[in-house]
């Protein structure tokens, strides 16, 4: 019975959001009928998440991390419990506080009714489960441990969404030091400076060089403020559509990997999710090539998924994990140690584990190392500028003094 998303009124006049299950959608509106509601629009869940999915790709994601990881840690300890799966979907339906992720699971609670599996009812938003989401829950199924499999994708979304928090959290300090530097750099050449200069334009005396670049600047970027800005959007709307070409990509993500910090972090970033990936696909007993195709693409960079691509290719034609892996020089040596040494002693999954968690602890060395190195950095540049600004504008006055004396 599928699920259907409804904008109803009230007698009061009031508008009402909700979820009803039912056979069509005229049965639904009978129903709010019946509620003394009036219907105004009645839509098939799946129907909103396909039409909504054209829409993500501009204004992002359906559902947030956090609420993926959340959603599946309440199924996973359901189905552990012992709980049949389309009452946990009920109760995770109905747990949630948030009508957006109700509407998906009872979207696929409804295909589960049907007779479905639950991989199947997840394929039908494929916006909201990624390809190693449904591939890891459709191999759990077949083997019959659902409740193991869930468990671990409930632990691999929830690793997967801490990466991401610490190194957007790690970005905020930089970022915040960097607009208040541009802040008070444009307040002082748009404010500050032309109501002092004006005194020193009064005395008729040949300024310093300095002074002189300042008062330029400033006259520059109060008359030109707004050409600056037009410059820099068509600097950004130009890089946007360059980097949209894949070869142009592919080629400022080889050129990222040989940056000397951001490196290391890009490489550190992708493995581990490489690492983390393949681990979970493994111990859920999904095929290898199957499991490598879908890891390589949770790799954002694009030098390191061909790899993996090529890899798949050589593992195909009977070669190890690790020889076909590290053939591209381009994953950390200690990943490939590790994958080799899990291949040859029959503890690939552990190995993969043990090696994501090495990425995760050494991109947190990088992680932190950045910050306290791109902090007081920026400070230093925000005083070096502020510095010059007051030179220029002292210098002036100490010819002025040496005039008078």
């Known amino acids: 019975m599928p699920a259907y998303e409804y904008t109803a009124m009230d007698a009061t006049g009031r508008e009402r959001r909700g979820l009803l299950e039912g056979d069509t959608a005229r049965q639904v509106r009978q129903l709010l009928r019946e509620q003394q509601l009036l219907p105004v629009s009645v839509t098939e869940v799946e129907k909103n998440e396909a039409r909504r999915g054209g829409i993500r790709l501009s204004f992002g994601r359906s559902i947030s991390a956090t609420d993926l990881s959340l959603l599946t840690r309440q199924l996973a300890t359901l189905c552990r419990s012992g709980l049949p799966l389309e009452e946990s979907l009920l109760a995770v339906s109905q747990q949630t506080e948030k009508p957006r992720v109700a509407a998906i699971v009872s979207g696929v609670r409804s295909r589960v009714l049907e007779g479905r599996t639950l991989a199947d009812g997840l394929a039908a938003f494929p916006q909201v489960f990624p390809e190693i989401y449904r591939a890891t829950v459709a191999a759990g199924e077949q083997a019959g441990r659902l409740d193991g499999v869930l468990e671990r994708l409930a632990d691999y979304t929830e690793n997967r969404q801490l990466l991401q928090s610490r190194v957007r959290n790690?970005?905020?300090?930089?970022?915040?030091?960097?607009?208040?530097?541009?802040?008070?750099?444009?307040?002082?050449?748009?404010?500050?400076?032309?109501?002092?200069?004006?005194?020193?334009?009064?005395?008729?005396?040949?300024?310093?060089?300095?002074?002189?670049?300042?008062?330029?600047?400033?006259?520059?970027?109060?008359?030109?403020?707004?050409?600056?800005?037009?410059?820099?959007?068509?600097?950004?709307?130009?890089?946007?559509?360059?980097?949209?070409?894949?070869?142009?990509?592919?080629?400022?993500?080889?050129?990222?990997?040989?940056?000397?910090?951001?490196?290391?972090?890009?490489?550190?970033?992708?493995?581990?999710?490489?690492?983390?990936?393949?681990?979970?696909?493994?111990?859920?007993?999904?095929?290898?090539?199957?499991?490598?195709?879908?890891?390589?693409?949770?790799?954002?960079?694009?030098?390191?998924?061909?790899?993996?691509?090529?890899?798949?290719?050589?593992?195909?034609?009977?070669?190890?994990?690790?020889?076909?892996?590290?053939?591209?020089k381009l994953y950390p040596p200690m990943l490939i140690h590790l994958i080799a040494s899990g291949e040859s002693s029959g503890e690939l999954d552990a190995m993969l584990e043990r090696a994501a968690s090495n990425q995760e602890r050494e991109m947190d060395g990088i992680v932190n190392t950045a910050v306290n190195v791109l902090g007081p950095l920026m400070i230093l540049i925000m005083g070096g500028l502020v510095l010059l600004i007051v030179l220029a504008l002292l210098l002036p006055i100490f010819e002025l003094n040496q005039l008078v004396r």
């Not at 307040?187 to 002074?211: D, M, N, R």
């Not at 300042?214 to 959007?233: H, P, Q, T």
């Open 170 to 328: 790690a970005m905020v300090y930089p970022i915040l030091l960097t607009v208040v530097c541009v802040l008070i750099v444009s307040l002082l050449l748009g404010y500050v400076v032309p109501e002092i200069v004006t005194v020193f334009q009064a005395s008729k005396q040949q300024l310093p060089l300095l002074t002189r670049v300042l008062i330029a600047l400033s006259v520059g970027f109060r008359r030109w403020w707004w050409l600056l800005g037009l410059l820099m959007g068509a600097i950004a709307y130009g890089v946007k559509r360059w980097l949209a070409i894949t070869a142009n990509r592919t080629r400022w993500h080889f050129v990222l990997l040989r940056l000397p910090l951001l490196g290391k972090l890009v490489q550190g970033i992708n493995a581990a999710r490489f690492a983390r990936t393949l681990a979970i696909l493994s111990s859920s007993a999904v095929p290898v090539l199957e499991a490598m195709r879908i890891a390589g693409e949770v790799v954002v960079n694009l030098p390191m998924r061909d790899a993996v691509a090529l890899a798949a290719v050589r593992v195909r034609e009977g070669a190890p994990i690790a020889r076909s892996l590290g053939a591209s």
